[in-house]
């Protein structure tokens, strides 16, 4: 082999294996800039951020070194924690990610996770805290109970489940029709977050609250009128 | 000059090789017309996406999530009886309901509904109503849960796929057991066989799904698209919906989807030919990398 030959092939090995090393492979036109950032301030950036209870993520270069953890943990459905499985019981500021949102930021990760044109990015969010909402009076249960007087259902919270359990909750009129009122999966305690239902849910004397399976978890029936302790086991 | 010249020609046969490496130094124009449907669809110019047959457009607003409220008629299902299900759409800042729709693969809305067992699978148009909503009328085989999925596209929004639950009486919250199931299948006028790359699909990255079907000759498009997916994981919590990545009419369809989590996915296939929409389901294993 000649000495050009030679030379040739080892200064392009070296061009070819820097440049292989320095960027991913961009196979995406989804970008940082205009998808993912947005998803990020509205679903992540409430703990991701400067003076959030977790690292930042704001920015693209805080995002990049993350990516392929962010993929891992929204396939997982364990980021965010919201933990509530989607149309099963309706509630207000969901903070689940829907299945295109989460295709959308595997598909950035998978596609290489470019950056794109910062001009693209959305306003930065406001993080002013939001006011706590009084928890109404709630009703324990723990594996089946029945409403012994009509209540009226502002919202559902956990009680004692394990971290990382899943369990549903749901209501049983004595029409026998079946409303679902919870479905957690991969639960993390540590969020002890209520749900609040986008609208109140009006339950008859006699209804059958029930968590399924039997000793997952004990969760609160949030309720907006009705007497609680009026209840038959 | 002549290590120039070899160096051109080395890196000229590189790029060859591996067109998207020098892709990335090429100024691209700006890819402005998107997809509402598959947002990663874009385009210089106007268009329609190849995967979904959509109309790419301009400005596409970002993704809010539409309200929908489902309602059941009579309020308790009972097996096997009739079922009227009415979806009504409202805005998510007025809480008005919504009546203008786009038209997305040649209907208003699209529904899919599966059970808890994975046994039974639609995919059907409830028809609007003159306030806006979709009246569907059906009859759920056994007791259970279900899972719905529909699919619309309300004006000024965003192509929108919201997951109801109906719960039937009767039946227990367990998720299905499924056994894997790759077999080619005869469905009603068509052979369906499935290869994936790789032949083990891992949890998180892409897996590509080859459809060989035959005979090829009088394949259509259905519904505006070479064909429809629906995946559903036994659990019922990942419901995706998609078109096929590659197809042209001709034996192969490719569809690419990134299973999320390792557990065992029931996949139906839609095709149609001559005239005759043919459904197929497989039973996919996933894995996680080790």
Redesign the interface.
């Known amino acids: 082999m000649s000495r050009i030959v030679r030379v040739t092939l080892a200064v392009t090995l070296v061009l070819f294996l820097w440049h292989s090393s320095a960027h991913d492979v961009i196979t995406t036109p989804i970008t940082f800039s205009r998808e993912i950032s947005r998803l990020i301030y509205s679903r992540c950036a409430g703990c991701h951020r400067e003076g959030g209870s977790a690292f930042s993520l704001l920015t693209y270069q805080e995002a990049r070194p993350w990516a392929k953890a962010i993929k891992e943990e929204v396939l997982e459905r364990r980021m965010p924690p919201w933990g509530a499985v989607k149309g099963f019981g309706q509630f207000r500021d969901d903070q689940g990610l829907t299945q295109e949102q989460i295709e959308l930021i595997a598909n950035w990760v998978e596609g290489g996770a470019p950056e794109g044109d910062p001009v693209l990015l959305p306003k930065r969010p406001d993080f002013a805290e939001k006011a706590a909402v009084a928890a109404p009076p709630g009703i324990a249960v723990e594996g089946a109970m029945a409403l012994k007087s009509p209540v009226t259902l502002a919202g559902i919270r956990p009680g004692n489940v394990a971290e990382g359990s899943s369990l549903m909750v749901t209501a049983t009129r004595p029409d026998g029709s079946i409303e679902p009122l919870l479905w957690l999966y991969n639960y993390k305690p540590q969020s002890g977050r209520a749900y609040w239902y986008s609208a109140a849910l009006r339950f008859p004397a006699g209804t059958r609250i029930e968590v399924s399976p039997p000793g997952a978890g004990t969760i609160a029936l949030l309720v907006k009128q009705g007497r609680p302790n009026q209840i038959r086991r | 000059m002549?290590?120039f010249r070899?160096?051109l020609t080395?890196?000229a046969g590189?790029a060859a090789l591996f067109p998207?490496?020098v892709?990335?130094t090429v100024p691209q124009p700006p890819?402005d017309y998107v997809c509402p449907m598959d947002?990663?669809v874009?385009s210089a110019g106007p268009g329609k996406c190849p995967r979904c047959g959509m109309s790419l457009v301009v400005g596409v607003p970002?993704?809010v999530?539409y309200?929908l409220?489902l309602n059941?008629s009579p309020?308790?299902?009972r097996a096997g009886d009739r079922l009227e299900l009415t979806f009504k759409i409202r805005h998510p800042k007025t809480g008005a309901p919504v009546t203008q729709y786009q038209i997305i693969h040649e209907k208003l809305f699209h529904m899919f509904v599966v059970s808890q067992d994975l046994e039974y699978f639609v995919h059907d148009h409830p028809v609007p109503l003159p306030n806006g909503s979709f009246r569907y009328a059906g009859r759920l085989p056994k007791p259970g849960m279900y899972?719905?999925l529909a699919d619309y596209y309300p004006t000024g929004g965003t192509p929108q796929?919201?997951?109801?639950?109906i719960?039937?009486?009767g039946g227990?919250?367990?998720p299905a057991k499924l056994g894997p199931d790759l077999t080619g299948k005869h469905t009603e006028n068509l052979d369906v066989e499935l290869v994936t790359e790789p032949p083990q699909p891992l949890?998180?990255?892409?897996t590509l799904l080859f459809f060989r079907v035959r005979p090829a000759e009088g394949l259509e498009q259905y519904l505006g698209a070479w064909g429809h997916m629906l995946v559903a994981s036994d659990d019922l919590?990942?419901?995706?919906h998609t078109h096929p990545f590659l197809a042209d009419g001709g034996p192969q369809i490719q569809f690419n989807v990134?299973f999320?989590?390792a557990r065992t996915y029931r996949v139906w296939v839609q095709f149609q030919r001559k005239g005759v929409v043919n459904t197929a389901v497989f039973t996919v294993p996933v894995s996680v990398l080790k």
């Not at chain 2, 796929?161 to 639950?165: A, D, G, I, Q």
């Not at chain 2, 919590?237 to 995706?240: Q, V």
């Open positions: 002549s290590i070899a160096l080395v890196l590189l998207f490496v892709a990335q890819l947002r990663d874009r970002d993704p999530e309200p409220d059941l309020r308790t299902p899972r719905v796929l919201t997951e109801r639950t719960l039937v009486p227990g919250l367990q949890a998180g990255f892409k919590i990942d419901l995706i990134i999320p989590r």
